[in-house]
């Protein structure tokens, strides 16, 4: 047969108290230590870094960037020659083409003086005013600086 039935209670003496207060955890990151932790380590390791490193850097950077320089600067130089005796080619054979009609006109003179003279192997900068001989007005000024430029000329007339 079964058993007598048996009511659940409450055990003797009553449930024990529950606490409904607020609790607060017990936790290692505080506040103060999360700021130091995520904000003002990183930083500080970040001023290190750029103090130790980007000064060798930016010297690294220097010193490439000139060693190029430096090592193109005779190449860059002829080229810029040639340029130039290309462009005063040019400017002998516009003056033969336009004087051709003046009797006893000699290319590369002034009325019989000769403005070219040779002197060995001394090279003589020309004038941007002999440079630019030939081109249009408007084309003057940018062309005036070609030494620090270039040497192209923008159009011819």
């Not at 039935?5 to 024990?16: A, I, K, N, T, V």
């Not at 500080?44 to 130790?52: A, I, L, P, S, W």
């Not at 490193?53 to 130089?77: C, G, R, V, W």
């Not at 005013?129 to 159009?155: F, S, V």
Request: net charge neutral; glycine share 6%.
């Amino acid at each position: 047969m079964s058993e007598k039935f048996r009511q659940d209670l409450p055990p003797e003496g009553g449930y024990p108290k529950f606490n409904w207060s607020r609790t607060y955890p017990k936790i290692f990151w505080t506040p103060g230590r999360t700021m130091l932790f995520s904000c003002i380590l990183p930083t500080f390791y970040g001023y290190f870094h750029n103090f130790r490193h980007t000064p060798l850097s930016i010297k690294t950077q220097y010193f490439e960037d000139h060693d190029i320089s430096n090592a193109l600067e005779p190449f860059m130089m002829a080229e810029r020659d040639r340029q130039v005796l290309r462009i005063m080619k040019r400017n002998r054979e516009l003056e033969e083409e336009v004087m051709k009609d003046e009797p006893g006109w000699k290319t590369g003179t002034w009325y019989g003086e000769p403005i070219y003279f040779t002197l060995g192997d001394n090279w003589i900068e020309p004038l941007p005013l002999e440079i630019n001989a030939h081109l249009k007005e408007k084309d003057q000024p940018y062309n005036y600086y070609w030494r620090l430029i270039t040497a192209w000329p923008r159009r011819w007339n």
